[in-house]
């Protein structure tokens, strides 16, 4: 369960993200003809998204725990 939650919570939210943030940013994204803005931001809202997803399910399974005793 560990991993299952954060691979869906990356897969949901992930591509509404990148959405989202590529619309806002799209004049930074439009001037770089070579493409690495949008691998550096592409790759920055992943990791920023798995972390958030890993603190969510931590939260999660320490209220499932306090549930059980």
């Known amino acids: ?36 803005s949008m691998i550096i931001i592409a790759l920055l809202i992943a990791v920023l998204d798995g972390y958030i997803g890993i603190k969510m399910f931590n939260k999660f399974q320490m209220r499932f725990e306090k549930r059980k005793r």
């Open 1 to 36: 369960m560990a991993i299952i939650f954060p691979a869906v919570w990356l897969g949901i939210i992930l591509p509404i993200l990148l959405s989202i943030v590529f619309g806002i940013l799209k004049p930074i994204v439009k001037a770089d003809n070579t493409g690495i």
